[in-house]
């Protein structure tokens, strides 16, 4: 007759050691932690942009109050105490810090002092100009920085690589003012091969303005238009720009890529795949090529804020007329209020970014821990 020891897993000798559960059906014991580790990055953003509204609030108020920096010397004493009072900035910097506060949380972020506009009507007049250069730019990057990489890992300590690495080292060191201006100079002034500024010409932007969809992204608008010539003239305007800003990023996905595919390659599982005979194309591209695209996800989140930041200096050098270029302006004319409005509302988007990068990251890539 035959014994069964309680609690023993099926198939198993009594007296043999169990197995350890594997993560999987641990996660589906618990239920899965994905949802709790979503959450928690999502709380995260709150923390996260008050400490930048707070940090940003106190560096403006360190200059003194936006009236005086913006309109000092050009109205009398008594019409600054006057704009002054009117705006509350007489009042304790608690109570202004307070007022601001709720103000953010309302969707209010404030008024411009040198346009008298809405900085949130700013954003989404310009907005969109910004969000279509970071866009062309990370495209930019993408093609230059992911097939690059490859290469330079495919042919590791060659001379290919050498110069690759260099290569994306250079790209990475050089402010992005400076690129845009050799481009400007090597294709526009020698060459005479593209527009030197602005998101399209003079006769584009009125065929934009007539025919297009008025959604303020350039390539769209001329699309709609349905004229080939004034999709032509936009994304000629768009190329400049798009390499100065995107070859920054670039030269980070080159050695990234190059460095997760070298460490993939040398992996058991690879090692083990090269020892029955398989060709090293085969393993670059079925074995290693797609677990070193991973970080690349999450490091597009953080390269956001490095676009973002690179947009400023490339607008104002193609006068690409976007956050950035207005953000100098607002700079320029000491409207600290516009200034501190956009630096939060650009901090605002990056936190949401990584955010939707985490959570990609994290349905994507089997190795994060949640």
Not at 104 to 123: A, M, Y
Not at 303 to 317: C, K, R
């Amino acid at each position: 007759m035959t014994s069964t020891t309680t609690g023993a897993p099926t198939g198993v000798a009594p007296g043999e050691p169990t197995a350890p559960a594997t993560p999987a059906a641990k996660n589906r014991r618990s239920g899965g932690h994905l949802g709790s580790y979503l959450l928690i990055r999502f709380l995260l953003i709150f923390p996260t942009i008050f400490i930048l509204v707070t940090t940003v609030f106190v560096l403006m108020r360190s200059t003194g109050d936006p009236i005086t920096a913006s309109l000092g010397g050009r109205l009398t004493h008594e019409q600054l105490q006057e704009r002054i009072h009117a705006a509350g900035y007489d009042r304790p910097i608690l109570v202004q810090y307070w007022d601001y506060i709720t103000n953010v949380l309302r969707g209010d972020f404030g008024t411009t002092i040198s346009t008298n506009r809405p900085v949130t009507e700013v954003v989404l007049t310009y907005g969109a100009a910004t969000l279509e250069l970071a866009f062309y730019a990370m495209i930019v990057a993408l093609l230059v920085g992911i097939p690059l990489g490859r290469i330079s890992a495919a042919r590791r300590d060659r001379p290919v690589d050498a110069s690759l690495r260099v290569s994306g080292i250079v790209a990475y060191a050089t402010p992005v003012f400076f690129a845009g201006i050799l481009l400007k100079l090597v294709f526009s002034v020698w060459l005479g091969w593209l527009p030197v500024a602005g998101r399209a010409s003079t006769d584009a932007q009125i065929e934009i303005q007539r025919n297009g969809a008025g959604t303020g992204l350039y390539i769209v608008d001329a699309i709609s238009t349905g004229d080939p010539a004034v999709v032509w003239d936009v994304l000629q305007h768009a190329i400049l720009p798009a390499l100065a800003l995107g070859l920054l990023t670039g030269g980070i996905f080159l050695r990234l890529v190059r460095t997760n595919v070298i460490g993939t390659l040398s992996t058991g599982y690879v090692e083990a795949a090269r020892s029955r005979g398989v060709a090293e194309r085969r393993l670059l591209r079925q074995h290693a090529w797609r677990p070193a695209l991973v970080p690349i996800i999450t490091v597009i989140g953080l390269q956001v804020a490095l676009l973002l930041s690179g947009a400023v200096l490339t607008e104002t050098t193609f006068e690409w007329k976007g956050l950035g270029f207005q953000l100098v302006q607002f700079l320029l004319a000491r409207d600290f209020v516009a200034v501190q409005g956009l630096v939060v509302l650009l901090a605002v988007v990056v936190a949401l970014t990584n955010f939707i990068v985490d959570v990609i990251a994290a349905l994507v890539d089997p190795r994060i821990k949640y």
